[in-house]
């Protein structure tokens, strides 16, 4: 058993910002733009983003969180979870650019449950991808847009994300 | 959760829980598509020995908004009716594949018979047996009473201090029961208030108090005010002594229903004996929850369904939780 630090607090930072102005650039601007976090860190995440962009860009950007549970292919696999609420900006989400934040991008799994969720509350006109941690063994092609770092890992490794606003600390670690 | 049979073994923790989902179920229902994937490929059988409108309805739109095969059972028209045992019709059900079953049945004890018997696999939910329970009326009544008081704060919060206030014939209802056993769970004040002949034997046991007189009661100022229908199918004795008489001293008219202060709330589980247990004036009020409370058990039952189906299933003839 041994754990060893991938990114570190200013490394988070760093990569967060990066993505703030990748999704700017990207985008041409903030028009727009509607950020979905998926619970649970993926909120933090998609609040951070939303600030740093309105900072950037001097215009509000709506930040929002997307449950995918209910959604879930694998949901018989596991004991039953508990969804946790989805919140849909005030302007929805049709026409819009939607980007999809989440903290670790795995087997693609939570992201085509998403994109279902998503069909089932509006029609954006684009939905991007942001993903601290992207550390591979896809089993769906999907991919990321935005990416803050690509650790490659085994299957039998655990990814922890650690976050202020859940866990009093600010890492992301890999235990073999 | 393997079984929902009743709510007086129901935790906090779980009935939370159920709440708890619920209100995602709820959140869901407001927006473009309705129809979740979640239960593809389940199949729920509603098995109703009794007669019932909204309870089997609400238990089909909830099956059917999270995507599972539902398939009717009424004992009227069917092999019950030539003498059929509930053992041989619980394994027909089992044989096609049933993977929930949502029993009503005049006798008490029914689905928990079902449910521990060992002849199926299947969750089973209780929805109403005899004089016993009915778990997911109360569940539905309790997601309106906390829905009402915290609105979208809602998650998470029990019923701590709130006074609700049961009124008609306790004796044979299981919605009485149920919510006695739930409300009390969740931290709320429960009083009963009947006529004394329609007053359960058992009833010290309770964790409740109980009361006579309708105006007294409401003097107090509770924040829910729970009608009970009048069962005039049951009403096979001289519980009392004329229809008008009991709306006069057990009625929420239209003086009484005003009486009430701002914010408390009318609820009764229909169908409703409008001019006996309860006026039009109330039932129409702003104050009354009627229709509240048939939208807010979709979600209930979606909730309970999903608890019941979804994860991976505990070991076979696991006991209620």
């Known amino acids: ?39 649970t860190r993926g909120v933090a995440l998609a609040e951070r983003l ?26 018989a696999k596991h004991p039953t979870r508990s969804p946790r609420p989805t919140e849909i900006p005030a302007g929805g989400i049709d026409g819009r650019t ?25 029609r954006p006109s684009v939905v991007r991808l942001a993903i601290l941690v992207d550390r591979g063994h896809r089993e769906l092609p999907i991919r990321p847009d935005f990416v803050g770092k690509n650790i490659p890992s085994s299957r039998q490794e655990r990814v922890n994300v650690r976050l202020f606003e859940y866990d009093g600390a600010e890492e992301v670690t890999i235990e073999a | 959760m393997r079984h929902l049979l009743d709510t007086q073994t129901l935790d906090r923790t779980t009935a939370l829980r159920i709440l708890d989902v619920a209100e995602d179920m709820s959140d ?8 979740l994937p979640t239960l593809r490929g389940k199949t729920v059988v509603n098995l109703f020995f009794e007669d019932s409108t909204r309870t089997r309805i609400s238990f089909e739109a909830a099956a059917k908004r999270l995507s599972a095969d539902v398939i009717n059972f009424a004992a009227k028209g069917s092999s019950v009716s030539k003498g059929e045992s509930l053992k041989d019709t619980a394994q ?19 689905p928990r018979t079902l449910a521990t018997s060992g002849w199926i696999t299947a969750g089973v939910v209780n929805a109403g047996d005899g004089t016993h329970e009915h778990p997911t009326q109360a569940l539905l009544d309790a997601f309106t009473i906390r829905k009402r ?4 704060d809602s998650r998470g919060r029990d019923l701590s201090g709130i006074r609700v206030v049961i009124v008609g014939d306790v004796l044979h209802s299981r919605v009485a029961r149920s919510n006695v056993w739930l409300l ?19 009833v010290s046991l309770w964790p409740v108090r109980v009361r006579y007189d309708l105006d007294e009661a409401l003097a107090d100022g509770p924040d829910a005010v729970m009608m009970l229908r009048i069962q005039l199918e049951r009403m096979n004795a001289a519980y009392f002594p004329s229809e008008r008489e009991y709306s006069r001293r057990w009625g929420l008219d239209a003086v009484r229903a005003a009486g009430l ?9 229909g169908p409703m004996n409008r001019g006996l247990e309860i006026s039009s004036d109330a039932a129409d009020s702003d104050r009354s929850t009627v229709l509240e409370q048939v939208t807010n058990g979709v979600s209930v039952r979606m909730a309970v369904l999903y608890l019941l189906l979804a994860g991976e299933r505990e070991d076979e003839r696991g006991e209620v939780k």
């Open chain 2, 92 to 110: 027909t059900l089992q044989a096609m594949g049933a993977d929930a079953v949502v029993i009503r049945h005049g006798a008490s004890g029914a």
């Open chain 1, 50 to 75: 939303g600030a740093l962009i309105s900072d950037i860009a001097q215009q509000p950007v709506p930040v929002g969180a997307l449950d995918v549970t209910l959604f879930r292919d694998d949901l």
């Open chain 2, 261 to 269: 202060p701002d914010g408390s709330i009318v609820m009764h589980p």
């Open chain 2, 149 to 152: 008081r915290f609105g979208a």
């Open chain 1, 1 to 39: 058993m041994s754990t060893r630090t991938v990114l570190q607090q200013a490394d988070i930072s760093r990569a967060l910002t990066r993505i703030a102005h990748e999704i700017l650039e990207s985008n041409r601007g903030a028009t727009d733009l509607v950020l979905l976090g998926i619970p």
């Open chain 1, 98 to 122: 939607v980007v999809l934040v989440d903290d670790v991008l795995f087997s693609g799994r939570s992201i085509r449950a998403a994109l279902d969720a998503i069909q089932s509350i509006g």
């Open chain 2, 184 to 202: 009390t769970t969740l931290g709320a004040e429960v009083t009963l208030v009947t006529p004394p002949t329609l007053i359960p034997q058992n």
């Open chain 2, 28 to 35: 869901t229902q407001s927006r473009e598509v309705k129809k």
